[in-house]
């Protein structure tokens, strides 16, 4: 790359080794002193907690940076084999208390601070949070890294700096109204810029043939408008292990070239300009979840992660291993996190054909034993397409590679099931039609060795359903990886006096072994024991009750059955069952029915993609129900909606650990995994859930008799499909009946006259694909025991208890270890200090 400052010729500066800075309060104290008096410019006068946010987590990225320098170190020295884990979104949240949590300073850093004067826990809600996902996806990646950097394996995380993340979410008048989310207007403080590793990145021109000096034909792709990927590098640190992994993430910029023409013609500020259009490409994170729209600018991100990323990785083989590329396979693995990293396929091809001059059978060859495809979503309407024509004009080069690889695929097909044209038709990488498509998803797994599902039932149906054809070319391809979360963050981190309570009875070491867990098992009948971890729930959802006093300005009885969905709007997810159970609560206060009454707290929360009118419509449902309860005096405590605006990942870290119920209660078959639902496991939750995604294997974990399980199973669901009559449920179900009269006669929306008609005519569409209807009755019935379960309050306990005991499965530690040992198969590296 042409930049003056990293020329080869400048002297190194003679600096050998330093002394490691000290992890003492001390240390901590007088660098605190030093960044916010002399790098911040604040004194004693100033009062935002922003500046000692920032001057805190600055002293904590030094001791990162240390130990990020070791362990680059330490891999170099090894050259050791590397996983690289493909994502366009890392939902990673605030940095700067996991900073803290996993160098082991909580303590001395705490006291520094104290003896300041300062709360650490206000420095911590001054950081705003890294939002760059959209959801379960986003926070899966950046759970990933963090177990990888635990477990000591060399595994790079490769993203897009967003400029913007995911839209902050506000709510009027009972709408979603969304608002930009510029995280890094002040700056960040965890990002190292690399401008020495950037990348160029092509796109449009054309492509040429031309005969290279050894006589061979190639293909080169000219008059291409190249833009600059330049790394931002983030630190992440393993727990208390002295390992520091990298999350390099790319932005886009434009190159330093003038279009001289334009230039010269007086045209400077159009030249200049010009900078602004390459910086569009990562500005923003599309806000869709599971569903993608086929926009130019989203196909640009996606070439550019993978370009610039595969780029970066060749370009270090090239200089330590120049360019045999033999054993390269050997030494890399690519994870691509559902397809929109697919185009990586192609493009290694490219580079290695193009670029290195490999012929296609070896560069083929390295490709199929260097990728593997992880696939999150069993909704049809959420896999990726993009149209031909736009590929053959944004990257004409890598069209021609797929129009390749798939002719060989289609050859190979077509040998193994002779004359079966339908099956070619269907398994094509393009799709016919009048405006062909690529199917992303077939040129994930055609050009990967592994294609993983993220529960047991989701890999089940992918090889029985979606990807069926597939499956039966290619069996030893398939297996699956059920989705965890990491406990330092998700137990540790978000609920220290519960991490207390239990480190204090069965030891620490769960926070790197999470089936330690099962220890706690033995507590159960320790009525001492209950009667802390009753408080502690009680404490956390206190806090939660000031946050949302806070937050909604609803007042909270924490006495009361807290009662929790938080998770994206969607109609899979079925908020909308979980309104009409609300209602349905409402009318038995307003009918008298309250014998045995558990008063309750639901909470919902989530944001709606900003073009999915159904899910917009859901959020002002459940805030016009939740303004007619909270205002009805003869519902008072009984009864309580909150819904909580703006959910992301530092809400949930107040959230999980204060639910007593975690509602998971998507139809069955169409969430992939779910992670939320481990959160609120590991927190000590009850489930009340369908039997979908990794809810079945909670579920089996900890016992049917702890789990409150109702619904229709996925081959119910599928069963019913095509007969499913919702109005035969409500004519025998007069609790049906009085719910959708309450919605019918507009009692939620006096004066918004017809507002909700289209959510009610869709539960009551026989073509409803979530089938609500149907479920209703089953998940009213499950709520029954739940609040029966409520009201003896030690049982209540021993099954909370044995909830967190029975979480151990669901740490991505176990999940790493699967990818490591039946995947990626990296040795782990030690990184002494
Ligand atoms: C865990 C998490 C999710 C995923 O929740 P699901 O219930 O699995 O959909 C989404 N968003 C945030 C902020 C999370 O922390």
Redesign the pocket.
Known sequence: MPNNRFKKSHPKPAITKIAKLGMDKKSFQQDFKHYYLHRLGRDENCRSPYYAYTASALSLSDRLIERWKSTYNTYRKNDCKKAYYLSMEF?IGRSMSNAMLNLGVEDPLRKALYELGLDIEELEDAEPDAGLGN??LG?LAACFIDSCATLELPVVGYGLRYEYGMFKQLIENGYQVEEPDHWLKNGNVWELERPEYTQRIKFWGHTENYVDEQGTTRTRWVNSHDILAVPFDMPVPGFKNGTVNTLRLWKATATEEFDLDEFNAGEYAEAVAKKNNAENITMVLYPNDANENGKALRLQQQYLLASASLQDVIANWIGRHGTDFSRFAEKNCFQLNDTHPSISVAELMRLLIDEHQLEWDEAWEITTQTMAYTNHTLLPEALEKWSVGLMQHMLPRLMEIIFEINARFMAQVSAKWPGDFDRMRRMSIIEEGHDKQVRMAFLAIVGSFSVNGVAELHSKLLKEGLFKDFYELWPEKFNNKTNG?TPRRWLAGCNPELAALISKHIGDKWLTDLSQLDKLKSYTEDAKFRKQWREIKQANKQRLAEYALHEQGVKLNTDALFDIQ???IHEY?RQLLNVLHVIHLYNRIKSGDTQNWVNRCVLIGGKAAPGYAMAKKTIKLINNVADVINNDPEVGDKLKLVFMSN???S??EKICPAADLSE?ISTAGK?A?????M?FMMNGALTIGTLDGANIEIREEVGDENFFLFGLTEEEVEALRGHYNPQTYIEQDEDLQAVMQLLECGHFNQFEPGIFDDIISAVKSPADPWMTIADFRSFVDAQRRVEQAFLKQEDWTRMSILNTASSGKFSTDRTISEYNDEIWKLDAVNVSS
């Open positions: 939902l959801g379960g926070r979360v938080v998770k994206r997810k959910y992301r990942v809400a949930m998971q969430e995994s779910g992670t939320g639902n959160k």
